[in-house]
């Protein structure tokens, strides 16, 4: 593609930094749109149907930086085209394949003017009131997890040398800043032996007399962990997956046979982890059983609730969390079901010196005493983005959220009741949060997989099963590139797949929007994509008819 | 503070997921001004004159999640009080004390164009056109450090399997990132070792035999690699800080030196590091002989250029870096000399196969063969954010940035040049890049310092230099609370300043509405707030008297 090519000069670039947008230029009309119909300016300008990969990549080939500079209406056609055009409608009230939803449109405002201040929260220099505002971020968010009382609050939230937790770019740095804070707090200085964040692992092994560490968590738990297991050192073979039970929880007596197993071999169970709201299947892990097992471990006890964690703000629900606030450390994601664009995560400590075993200081930022927040996160600079979830706590308020996330639930309750209705689907796992996951499979097929279970006809099983798997795989890909709605897939292993990985349709209801008429119509539509199916289905059913 | 409370309905909520701010509410006429006026908006917004951190802190106290909503207009209104009027006026010609600078107005709308698309770039299913886009932008950063022929770029930059780096929300996690790739390359698999990712750091030394991993880096590198050690396992002792030479360039042969009695004693260099622009004062360390090196000890060159790559944009300084192109990872941050709002660093990788090492699966997303960026970053869900690096590499062009850092840089040439006529100050680094340090030392004081030096005075000296150190942190400090402008200050150890840890302004250049006539008002400034201490200056020029 060629376009019109400004020239380069000190005052026009003077001007960019200068002098907006006219206001009736490309970009600043399309920004009205923006603000004035957020909803509008997506559908409008996001195509419906899915164009191949292969042709959007053709849009993306130039690998040399243009010489010359390009006019931003220019350049504002192109990604209009090239980018917004094949963007995904993440808040489409039919989208809901993921944890992405519509977002409050006071946070695209606000979105800009965080930007326009460009500050930066490492260092209270570049950030000044917007330390103090994350530092009452963090608190909220601890309170709503650990509810001390005033004095606590009083004593820790703005106070220099600790932390109530960190913010982070994500849920996933939330979990590497929690594990990486629980190893160093284990082999922590100790006498002439200077702890693990000066001596590294090895030395920290052999001074405390460890063969090696493990973390023990559900199976279901988040790709993170493995993730971080490696980073730290600890290695994901040492990420140990525990068996769930029917409701995709974790089993806590199992845990406790396997930690006994590995610390009889030396190997100290350095944390167990909770999840709060698996990523597949939305099930919370029993929380006060494994604080229970931490305790008679000596460990730590991390809770992964990215997702589940914004429950908390429902009183009608937040029981099913009970537990988390004997966590050391827990996880929560802004910018899941507390609404918040990408890019805000938090992880909060129970005890506000846990984060010193982090602790860095450098001499012209993070020095001794001062109250920059980068000395105990992960990330180095970073945006101020603990503003817009602290105006979503404010606007939004308690009253809010426990409406937003008690209709979340029932809607996936729906969602559930629906599903059982239809002869041809098969629910897989109970909502207990807005997650849910199923299956289409005529009422033949099922018929046919009971007969084979109990011949024991495991060759039969094994077929059914992957023709079962190719169909949910063709129908997920094809309902998401014909763009009316779009759910995602998974392969798990649960009872109701007879303990068999399969695959499997996920769906997330968090979009506010989303009525109950959207899920009628999503799985209409899969109805109608698996009667066209030439590939898999007549086989399935060719099948099902001999096995009669 | 008490505000007007909403009441949460069901209705009330929809609506602030549907409809937009009506045009004449509170916000609405913000948002106005700020894409009307920005550095007007914020030169209204943002009151000069410091209010004490204590102050600002008692707007932030609340801890309870308020159960009630907030109209946005009031949050707007209180917003604007306690936190836009409180925050550091980062894009300010005068504030020329740390790397954030004036952004061009088009990053503005279509950062909330991005947040609005609301895209997740950890998968294809959340981002479509954003992953090919960021890939684009990690290509064409690439080739401005590897210049690879057109084959190379097309046959890896939408690559599967490989990636030619990873965008980060900082260079902080771009140098986690190079660093445990390159550990992670050297302690890989081989034979029924399952390599470090999976049997962890301790196994991996025990096979290959090593008793420890070290990294080298000149002391002037920034203190994320420490963290980095810690965070790795490898532990902050074993980053080993080699001397620089009289222009804070690392002394290679004596990183030789340490690197050979390092493997002597069966400590293996896992990396060295050079750094290309030190946090500091700016200076590039000899990337050549660091890339010679390298290839000696047959282990990674990363080079930290989270600052200075930027210069890699301008034909006329480009060779200041020359050697960058041996290094085999590279950090740049685009949200320093980019131009780009916060949040956006990359890590490039010489070898696109490089990044295998931390490569990771999942089965929702990440699955094998997909074209999702997460499976080989340290984050998981991100922002669009180089969607704004694209924004600015097409508009502004390398023309463009060509002019943006020459002028920079020969800003601090003139400002280095106008220190040096100042009989009051002394300039203690050069500017290689935009970057300087210099100190207030008053003439008579420069004498005393020379008499106590010749006759190896040594009380004299400490004395003088405790004082300037006092000096300096209080001038630095009342400017930055006058609020008309800001320099940083830092303690390095130089030779100007007979190699003695002391307290120095550090400026950074890279505003390009930073004037010439605002750095001769920033020297002035200083001078007024000197002559009217009372604290250390009598002291000093006591001191210088009384040693004539």
């Given at each position: 593609?060629?376009?019109?090519?400004?020239?380069?000069?000190?005052?026009?670039?003077?001007?960019?930094?200068?002098?907006?947008?006219?206001?009736?230029?490309?970009?600043?009309?399309?920004?009205?749109?923006?603000?004035?119909?957020?909803?509008?300016?997506?559908?409008?300008?996001?195509?419906?149907?899915?164009?191949?990969?292969?042709?959007?990549?053709?849009?993306?080939?130039?690998?040399?930086?243009?010489?010359?500079?390009?006019?931003?209406?220019?350049?504002?056609?192109?990604?209009?085209?090239?980018?917004?055009?094949?963007?995904?409608?993440?808040?489409?009230?039919?989208?809901?394949?993921?944890?992405?939803?519509?977002?409050?449109?006071?946070?695209?405002?606000?979105?800009?003017?965080?930007?326009?201040?460009?500050?930066?929260?490492?260092?209270?220099?570049?950030?000044?009131?917007?330390?103090?505002?994350?530092?009452?971020?963090?608190?909220?968010?601890?309170?709503?997890?650990?509810?001390?009382?005033?004095?606590?609050?009083?004593?820790?939230?703005?106070?220099?040398?600790?932390?109530?937790?960190?913010?982070?770019?994500?849920?996933?740095?939330?979990?590497?800043?929690?594990l990486w804070t629980a190893r160093n707090q284990l082999l922590k200085a100790d006498g002439d032996y200077k702890g693990i964040a000066a001596q590294g692992l090895?030395k920290g092994l052999r001074h405390y007399g460890f063969?090696?560490l493990?973390?023990?968590?559900?199976?279901?738990?988040?790709?993170?962990?493995?993730?971080?297991?490696?980073?730290l050192?600890?290695?994901?073979?040492?990420?140990?997956?525990?068996?769930?039970?029917?409701?995709?929880?974790?089993?806590?007596?199992?845990?406790?046979?396997?930690?006994?197993?590995?610390?009889?071999?030396?190997?100290k169970?350095m944390a167990?982890?909770?999840?709060?709201?698996?990523?597949?299947?939305?099930?919370?892990?029993?929380?006060?059983?494994?604080?229970?097992?931490?305790?008679?471990?000596k460990c730590h006890?991390?809770?992964?609730?990215?997702?589940?964690?914004?429950?908390?703000?429902?009183?009608?629900?937040?029981?099913?969390?009970?537990?988390?606030?004997?966590?050391d450390?827990?996880?929560?994601?802004?910018?899941?079901?507390?609404?918040?664009?990408?890019?805000?995560?938090?992880?909060?400590f129970?005890d506000?010196t846990f984060a010193n075993a982090i602790k860095h200081?450098?001499?012209?930022?993070?020095?001794?005493?001062?109250?920059?927040?980068?000395?105990q996160?992960?990330?180095?600079?970073?945006?101020?983005?603990?503003?817009?979830?602290?105006?979503?706590?404010?606007?939004?308020?308690?009253?809010?959220?426990?409406?937003?996330?008690?209709?979340?639930?029932?809607?996936?309750?729906?969602?559930?009741?629906?599903?059982?209705?239809?002869?041809?689907?098969?629910?897989?796992?109970?909502?207990?949060?807005?997650?849910?996951?199923?299956?289409?499979?005529?009422?033949?097929?099922?018929?046919?997989?009971?007969?084979?279970?109990?011949?024991?006809?495991?060759?039969?099983?094994?077929?059914?099963?992957?023709?079962?798997?190719?169909?949910?795989?063709?129908?997920?890909?094809?309902?998401?590139?014909?763009?009316?709605?779009?759910?995602?897939?998974?392969?798990?292993?649960?009872?109701?797949?007879?303990?068999?990985?399969?695959?499997?349709?996920?769906?997330?209801?968090?979009?506010?929007?989303?009525?109950?008429?959207?899920?009628?119509?999503?799985?209409?539509?899969?109805?109608?994509?698996?009667?066209?199916?030439?590939?898999?289905?007549?086989?399935?059913?060719?099948?099902?008819?001999?096995?009669?």
């Amino acid at each position: 593609m060629t376009f019109k090519r400004a020239t380069a000069s000190e005052d026009a670039l003077l001007r960019i930094f200068t002098l907006p947008e006219a206001p009736d230029s490309t970009l600043s009309v399309i920004e009205q749109n923006l603000s004035q119909n957020l909803m509008g300016f997506l559908k409008d300008s996001i195509v419906a149907i899915e164009k191949p990969l292969s042709d959007i990549e053709r849009d993306f080939q130039q690998y040399q930086i243009p010489e010359m500079p390009q006019f931003v209406s220019d350049y504002t056609d192109d990604i209009m085209k090239n980018l917004v055009a094949h963007s995904v409608h993440t808040s489409s009230p039919s989208f809901i394949g993921h944890m992405t939803s519509a977002l409050p449109y006071f946070v695209l405002p606000l979105s800009k003017m965080m930007v326009g201040l460009n500050q930066n929260l490492v260092k209270i220099e570049t950030s000044k009131a917007f330390t103090p505002l994350e530092r009452q971020v963090l608190g909220m968010m601890h309170h709503l997890v650990y509810q001390q009382n005033d004095h606590f609050y009083q004593s820790w939230m703005h106070n220099a040398n600790d932390a109530l937790g960190a913010f982070c770019s994500g849920g996933t740095v939330a979990n590497i800043t929690a594990l990486w804070t629980a190893r160093n707090q284990l082999l922590k200085a100790d006498g002439d032996y200077k702890g693990i964040a000066a001596q590294g692992l090895m030395k920290g092994l052999r001074h405390y007399g460890f063969d090696d560490l493990a973390i023990l968590v559900s199976k279901r738990g988040h790709y993170s962990l493995g993730k971080t297991a490696d980073l730290l050192g600890i290695g994901r073979d040492n990420i140990i997956q525990v068996p769930v039970d029917n409701n995709n929880k974790v089993d806590v007596n199992t845990m406790r046979t396997i930690a006994h197993k590995l610390e009889l071999n030396n190997i100290k169970v350095m944390a167990i982890v909770g999840v709060a709201g698996t990523t597949e299947t939305g099930n919370i892990d029993p929380l006060n059983e494994l604080a229970n097992l931490a305790e008679e471990l000596k460990c730590h006890f991390h809770v992964d609730a990215a997702w589940g964690g914004a429950s908390l703000l429902s009183n009608k629900y937040r029981h099913l969390l009970n537990g988390i606030e004997r966590a050391d450390s827990v996880t929560i994601d802004a910018h899941k079901q507390l609404y918040v664009p990408m890019g805000a995560g938090m992880v909060l400590f129970k005890d506000p010196t846990f984060a010193n075993a982090i602790k860095h200081h450098a001499e012209y930022i993070l020095r001794q005493g001062s109250k920059d927040l980068g000395s105990q996160t992960l990330e180095g600079s970073r945006p101020g983005m603990a503003m817009l979830v602290h105006a979503c706590l404010q606007i939004i308020g308690r009253d809010g959220y426990e409406i937003l996330i008690n209709n979340s639930l029932e809607k996936a309750r729906y969602f559930a009741a629906l599903i059982k209705q239809q002869a041809d689907f098969e629910l897989i796992s109970e909502p207990e949060l807005c997650l849910l996951t199923y299956r289409y499979v005529p009422k033949k097929v099922q018929l046919a997989i009971e007969k084979a279970r109990h011949a024991h006809d495991l060759n039969t099983l094994t077929t059914i099963n992957q023709l079962l798997d190719g169909l949910t795989q063709l129908m997920q890909k094809q309902q998401r590139e014909q763009g009316t709605s779009f759910v995602s897939r998974t392969r798990i292993q649960a009872e109701p797949l007879l303990d068999t990985p399969s695959v499997v349709f996920r769906v997330v209801l968090a979009n506010p929007l989303t009525t109950n008429d959207i899920l009628k119509d999503v799985l209409a539509e899969q109805i109608n994509i698996a009667a066209q199916d030439t590939q898999f289905l007549p086989k399935l059913l060719m099948l099902a008819a001999s096995d009669c």
